[in-house]
């Protein structure tokens, strides 16, 4: 239902070998150290509200046992590795664990399972400490961050500084995969009116922590892994050095600082 509280959709499957073992000693269940109950694979297909592939995660390792060392807080459960991913994923490692929220509903294999959504579930919530292999970051020209006015392209600099409800240009690399796709490596083709190749995941600009509104986002024309972010500083931001922070696939990228005067 959603992703870091963004809306979202997908597909979660499953897969246990169970082997129900316990400290305790218990007929019909392995004695082990630890309790948990069995092997797991899992694996998360991630998409857009609109129904576009984001990308898809893997996860292997033991469930049921209790979350592993250095876990985010509020994870409680299960010991899985992010194996790796697809799309906006590729390349991603990491680790995965979950903390239940209410009461799941155990379904029969006798119920129809295209009746699931009518009949209802439980509620769970998915803990994911993702590394990703790349992220996204704003390039560096010598006179700072390449960023620019969006009405005649000059750089912003402290003595051109940008302005609350201004439209201002990003050159950023590492937002991935874009639509309509091309092969791996292969530089964006020069421009043509109408043949933009727009990113294809979730893009998010915030100023000092408020949403920015994102005009655009695509491939940058003959240039191969540099994009092009069009957004709107907001209306009422403060005046002084702003922190800006940009985020794809829900990836975060280092903040950089622009002056607003």
Request: aromatic share 6%; net charge neutral.
């Amino acid at each position: 239902m959603a992703v870091n509280g963004k809306p979202a959709r997908g597909l979660w499957v499953a897969r246990c070998t169970p082997l129900e073992f316990t400290t305790t000693l218990t007929p019909g269940q392995a004695i082990a150290d630890i309790s948990g109950f069995g092997v797991n694979d899992w694996h998360f297909m991630i998409l857009q509200p609109d129904g576009t592939h984001v990308g898809t995660l893997m996860a292997l390792g033991i469930g049921g046992t209790a979350a592993p060392p250095g876990s985010p807080i509020g994870a409680n459960v299960h010991n899985l590795t992010i194996a790796g991913g697809t799309g906006a994923f590729l390349g991603a490692r990491g680790q995965y664990s979950n903390k239940e929220i209410g009461t799941s509903r155990a379904a029969s294999m006798t119920e129809d399972p295209a009746n699931r959504r009518i009949n209802g579930g439980g509620k769970r919530r998915d803990i994911i400490h993702l590394i990703p292999a790349t992220w996204p970051e704003v390039l560096t020209l010598p006179t700072g961050p390449a960023i620019f006015h969006g009405e005649d392209f000059s750089p912003v600099t402290a003595e051109k500084p940008a302005q609350a409800g201004e439209r201002l240009i990003l050159s950023v690399s590492g937002l991935g995969p874009v639509r309509p796709k091309l092969n791996p490596g292969q530089p964006f083709p020069p421009y043509q009116e109408g043949k933009l190749h727009e990113v294809n995941s979730p893009v998010e600009v915030t100023v000092n922590g408020r949403e920015a509104p994102v005009v655009n986002k695509i491939g940058w024309p003959t240039m191969n892994n540099v994009y092009r972010v069009d957004f709107v500083v907001p209306e009422g931001t403060a005046a002084g050095t702003a922190s800006l922070g940009l985020s794809v696939a829900w990836i975060n990228g280092p903040e950089v600082k622009i002056p607003v005067p």
